[in-house]
């Protein structure tokens, strides 16, 4: 059972490029979210999907995009990068809302 | 708005020793808290889940405790080990449909052999 999966793990991304995280998960969870941890802080919520073709802004969404589709799938598009979204990016997903959230292992992002 | 807040930092221990990681946060109409282990360059595990109607939760060597009254929580850990060593996160969902997890800055835990 692979839980989440996020690829790829790493990235260097050149200022103004685009890139699309991916992330699945195969436990057939409704909810999944998209975090980003910044050095020395906790996690801030980017986006997160209630079910497939439902998503909604977090705390801090400028500079992302979501899609869902599938209950599987729940990619996270960044456009014109900043070094700003310098961050490890994480994905959750949970069967619903208060349930135990399972985490992939991060996307570490760099924008130079 | 939900702040939480992780105190101290870090903690380095001796092997061995029981110790005690703290969590606090501002609004107490939490549903539950959630406390998770990040290991140097991974993602997330998830340690323990307490229900806001509960006192606390156990899991072998680990327990947690949870006082929605003064927004606090509590995360015990016995007999500690060098693979204890890692940095602990709490994290609460809010009780008002909140579809979202607040997270702490963490405690980052080294036990030393």
């Known amino acids: 059972n692979a839980g989440v999966t996020q690829t790829p793990k790493f990235r260097i991304l050149k200022i103004g490029q685009s890139m699309t995280l991916q992330c699945a998960q195969d436990?057939?969870?409704?909810?999944m979210y998209w975090y980003r941890q910044d050095p020395g802080m906790g996690l801030k919520l980017i986006y997160y999907?209630?079910?497939?073709?439902?998503?909604d802004k977090g705390e801090v969404p400028n500079g992302y995009n979501v899609s869902r589709s599938t209950t599987e799938d729940f990619p996270l598009r960044l456009e014109l990068a900043a070094p700003s979204q310098t961050s490890v990016y994480f994905c959750?997903?949970?069967?619903?809302?208060?349930?135990?959230?399972?985490f992939g292992q991060g996307t570490r992002l760099t924008v130079v | 708005k939900q702040e939480v807040t992780q105190i101290p930092a870090a903690l380095s221990v001796p092997e061995g020793e029981n110790l005690v990681l703290n969590c606090s946060f501002t609004?107490?109409?939490?549903?539950?808290l959630q406390w998770f282990r990040q290991d140097p360059g991974k993602g997330l595990t998830s340690l323990l889940l307490?229900?806001?109607?509960?006192r606390e939760q156990t899991s072998g060597r680990l327990n947690a405790s949870l006082d929605k009254s003064s927004g606090r929580s509590t995360l015990y850990i016995a007999a500690s080990q060098p693979g204890d060593s890692a940095t602990y996160l709490c994290a609460v969902n809010g009780a008002q449909g909140a579809q979202k997890l607040v997270f702490g800055q963490g405690t980052r835990l080294t036990i030393n052999p």
């Open positions: 999907s209630v079910g497939a073709g439902i998503t």
């Open positions: 959750a997903s949970s069967t619903g809302w208060g349930t135990e959230a399972f």
């Open positions: 609004d107490s109409a939490i549903y539950n």
């Open positions: 436990m057939n969870h409704n909810y």
């Open positions: 307490i229900q806001s109607s509960q």
